[in-house]
């Protein structure tokens, strides 16, 4: 099956500096890659996806980037801010045979004001 | 719209009890599905249904059953709880199985079980 590993565990940053996401997934037949955003007590929300067609894709401060010939995506976040502090997943899956997402260990992201 | 909604928030358990995670969504959506989100670990998927009356088997099915009697309502019942099934558990629903759908989540109930 799917394997998604995601680092680094934890980054902390300050206000208005960037930050990235690494994600490494194993099942070349992918073909999904979705971020979700976790802010504490509550449950993820979906805040940008790519679907294997697509290098990169952004909206506004937050871009993700895939290669998939080394089979790696990226989360980028711009002029971060303080509520920009959440727990970050990402996940891969695709849309024949099993239909399930595979999620990654997520990513503290701290914001320092 | 409510969206998803879980109850309980939080629970405590001894080990050997039983009981019922609730799950309804008011979004008319067919996939439900529920996961488990242990410390670093990700979330995992435990059971998911593509409609009522059709249940099926996720990652870490073993010691839960799932139900799938109305399009709202997806309750997640522990059998006999162990301290193994300490964890976060959401909910989730999405307009259709296929995985470029998002997925609306839950705010958790969080277990323990002693």
């Known amino acids: 099956g799917e394997n998604v590993e995601q680092h680094p565990s934890t980054l902390s940053v300050q206000e208005g500096d960037s930050a990235v996401i690494k994600c490494t997934y194993s099942d070349s037949a992918s073909n999904y890659f979705p971020w979700y955003k976790q802010e504490l007590g509550k449950g993820p929300q979906l805040i940008i996806d790519?679907?294997?067609?697509?290098g990169e894709k952004k909206d506004q401060r937050i871009a993700v980037t895939l290669n998939k010939t080394a089979k790696h995506f990226s989360l980028h976040i711009t002029e971060t801010q303080p509520e920009d502090s959440a727990v970050y997943f990402c996940a891969a899956g695709r849309d024949t045979g099993r239909r399930a997402l595979t999620f990654g260990s997520g990513t503290r992201l701290q914001v320092q004001p | 719209n409510a969206g998803v909604t879980q109850t309980p928030k939080f629970q405590v358990l001894k080990t050997g009890q039983s009981m019922t995670l609730q799950c309804a969504q008011d979004m008319n959506h067919e996939y439900m599905s529920w996961y488990r989100q242990d410390p670093g670990m990700g979330l995992r998927l435990i059971h998911y249904?593509?409609?009522?009356?059709?249940?099926d088997q996720g990652e870490v099915p073993n010691g839960y059953n799932v139900s799938r009697s109305t399009t709202e309502d997806f309750p997640l019942r522990l059998l006999s709880a162990a301290p193994s099934q300490t964890s976060v558990y959401f909910c989730?629903?999405?307009?259709?199985?296929?995985?470029?759908?998002?997925?609306?989540f839950g705010p958790g109930t969080r277990l323990t079980v002693t």
């Open positions: 989730a629903s999405s307009y259709s199985d296929r995985v470029s759908y998002e997925q609306y």
């Open positions: 790519i679907r294997s067609n697509v």
């Open positions: 249904s593509v409609g009522a009356g059709i249940t």
